[in-house]
T-cell receptor
Framework: GIQVEQSPPDLILQEGANSTLRCNFS?????LQWFHQNPWGQLINLFY???GTKQNGRLSATTVATERYSLLYISSSQTTDSGVYFC?????????????FGEGTQLTVNP | DSGVTQTPKHLITATGQRVTLRCSPR?????VYWYQQSLDQGLQFLIQ???????AKGNILERFSAQQFPDLHSELNLSSLELGDSALYFC????????????????FGPGTRLLVL
């Protein structure tokens, strides 16, 4: 099956700093999503981005499908950005769909 | 709030028991997906239903089963529970099957936290 690798596994920032999270995948994908799992366990959709660039406030994402990677940028980080960030991809299904998740990046933003 | 609801939020039970987790998709969504998040396996896809029919299957144990009802809600049944089944179980939904040209966002519910003692 497809491999999804996220880096770095852990990231500690001071409030106000910027960061870049990376997701590499081993095969062509139909769908790529970024999620934020908050400390209460909720999975929050950030971006649906199989290709191209999107921005939402302080967050933006870029997927370069031909090179099989995606980047999530967080600018001016806040303590509420803390949690785990997951990249998930969907590929190859003919009749249904499934997301394959990376292992996540644990982000801690200190005040 | 994603619009996907899951009940119960928390469940504590004993080994060997059977439990049922319930999911209501977003209004208008026909696909329902189940995922398991455990400490050792990470987030894993279990199964997908679209409009009542099974569409995709992951590494779902034989002790686990699911179904989607005519009103589109779904239930995940876990039986002969073991300690290792303790996990956070997520349901997600999307409007269409998600296959081929129908790529689309999956929206996740808040999860059911299962603890098997």
């Amino acid at each position: 099956g497809i491999q999804v690798e996220q880096s770095p596994p852990d990231l500690i920032l001071q409030e106000g700093a910027n960061s870049t999270l990376r997701c590499n995948f081993s095969d062509s994908v139909n769908n790529l999503q970024w999620f934020h799992q908050n400390p209460w366990g909720q999975l929050i959709n950030l971006f649906y981005i199989p290709s191209g660039t999107k921005q939402n406030g302080r967050l933006s994402a870029t997927t370069v499908a031909t090179e099989r990677y995606s980047l999530l940028y967080i600018s001016s980080s806040q303590t509420t950005d803390s949690g785990v960030y997951f990249c998930a991809v969907e590929y190859g299904e003919t009749s249904g769909s499934r997301l394959t998740f990376g292992e996540g990046t644990q982000l801690t933003v200190n005040p | 709030d994603s619009g996907v609801t899951q009940t119960p939020k928390h469940l504590i039970t004993a080994t060997g028991q059977r439990v049922t987790l319930r999911c209501s998709p977003r209004s208008g969504d026909l696909s329902v997906y189940w995922y398991q998040q455990s400490l050792d396996q990470g987030l894993q896809f279990l199964i997908q239903y679209y409009n009542g029919e099974e569409r995709a299957k992951g590494n779902i144990l034989e002790r686990f089963s699911a179904q989607q009802f005519p009103d589109l809600h779904s239930e995940l049944n876990l039986s002969s529970l073991e300690l290792g089944d303790s996990a956070l179980y997520f349901c997600a939904s999307s409007p269409r099957p998600g296959a081929g040209g129908w790529q689309e966002t999956q929206y996740f519910g808040p999860g059911t936290r299962l603890l098997v003692l």
